[in-house]
């Protein structure tokens, strides 16, 4: 809206929630990481997972424009769910804060946390020297900067080997060719990519910032 604010009624009409379960050979169960700021994640374990070793952990962002959605949507909970299962690997899908209530850094500060967590509460079935940190849209967005800036985090067992950034969520003070391309398109028009941009950086600030280093 014009005053900066974000009225979720509508999508949250179409988003359907869903809680965790067992089914299609995967475990989902969910933990809180920080109940202050509504940190959590949902854990996907393949039920029966291949013998003779652990499992790869996938920790994963959901897309959303910074705005928008949460594991527990049926969409990403359908899509973790199958990552788990198909890999095989466990998967930990983030449930980070949104904007405008909570602008940048947050989504990256409740990332990097729930890595800590992760790395500090391993996993008997987890391998977590093959960590990779995925995530589309504004989720690929922080996939992206965790990654990039992991060289100065020292984690005790967790080892990030690569990002997964599936149609990341990118924008700058200069337009690209892929945003002018969003000109009167529906849902994701340059429009509302303008305003997802003004609500998600700091009060005052433009779109234009640093590889966050946590």
């Given amino acids: 809206m014009e005053d900066g604010t974000l009225n979720r009624f509508l999508i949250n009409l179409i988003d359907l929630k869903v809680t965790p379960k067992t089914a299609n050979g995967v475990i989902a169960s969910d933990t809180t990481v920080d109940p202050s700021r509504n940190l959590w994640f949902r854990r996907f374990i393949p039920s029966a997972p291949e013998t003779g070793g652990k499992l790869p952990v996938v920790v994963y962002f959901h897309g959303g424009g910074f705005l928008l959605l949460s594991p527990s949507s049926q969409l990403f909970d359908d899509l973790c769910r199958s990552l788990a299962g198909e ?7 983030v449930n980070y804060r949104l904007a405008p209530e909570h602008r940048f850094p947050a989504p990256y500060d409740d990332g990097f946390d729930v890595l800590k967590y992760i790395d500090e ?7 977590l020297s093959r960590c990779f940190i995925a995530g589309d849209s504004a989720g690929g967005n922080i996939a992206h900067h965790l990654t990039a800036g992991k060289g100065e985090r ?3 067992n967790l080892k990030i080997e690569g990002v997964i950034a599936i149609q ?4 700058g003070e200069e337009r690209t060719d892929s945003e002018n391309r969003l000109e009167g398109v529906p849902i994701v028009s340059k429009k509302r990519t303008d305003w997802s941009w003004k609500a998600f950086p ?6 234009n910032r640093e590889i966050y280093r946590g």
């Fill in 87 to 93: 890999i095989p690997a466990v998967v930990f899908s």
């Fill in 121 to 127: 509460n391993p996993l008997d079935n987890a391998d």
């Fill in 154 to 156: 020292n984690f005790r």
């Fill in 168 to 171: 990341p969520y990118f924008g």
């Fill in 202 to 207: 700091p009060e005052g600030s433009g779109r």
